[in-house]
């Protein structure tokens, strides 16, 4: 069980998140608005560097929105008093370690164990 110090520590570490995937976002969204403008006099490895900086923009976008999504849900499970219990085992998950990653759902224990199996997996598809 958290304390109402960790919280709301926990609470500002996910706000500040949250402004700071808002600033992404609003990056992105001029860079893309700016896309389009002085195609004049350019060449072709001007717009292959263009092409290459949107698509690298595009990519950011999603990997923000997935972790504003996640952002979101832990915001959830803090108000709701659960962003401390492991999902998988339903054994606390130790306080430095959401404060590291506030997003995280699993204990040390069970994110050890997931990695595993993935690596394995990994491991046996090659």
């Known amino acids: 069980m958290l304390t109402a110090e ?3 520590e926990l609470k500002a570490a996910l706000q500040a998140e949250l402004v700071r995937l808002g600033d992404h976002a609003k990056v992105g969204l001029e860079f893309t608005m700016d896309r ?8 072709s490895m001007d717009e292959s560097a263009e092409e290459e900086a ?5 990519r950011l976008h999603d990997r923000d929105s997935f972790l504003l999504n996640k952002v979101q ?6 108000e709701a008093g659960e962003i401390d219990e492991c999902e ?9 370690r959401l404060l590291a ?3 995280t759902t699993l ?6 164990a997931q ?5 394995d997996h990994a491991v046996a598809s090659e």
Do not use: H
């Not at 998988?88 to 430095?96: H, L």
């Not at 204990?107 to 050890?112: A, L």
């Not at 990695?115 to 690596?119: C, F, K, P, S, T």
């Open 73 to 78: 849900k832990a915001m959830t499970r803090l």
């Open 36 to 43: 389009d403008r002085d195609k004049f006099g350019r060449d």
């Open 6 to 8: 960790q919280t709301s």
């Open 88 to 96: 998988d085992c339903s054994d606390p998950i130790g306080f430095k």
């Open 101 to 103: 990653r506030p997003v």
């Open 54 to 58: 949107y698509s690298t923009q595009l």
């Open 107 to 112: 204990c040390f224990e069970c994110k050890n």
């Open 115 to 119: 990695e595993q199996v993935e690596a």
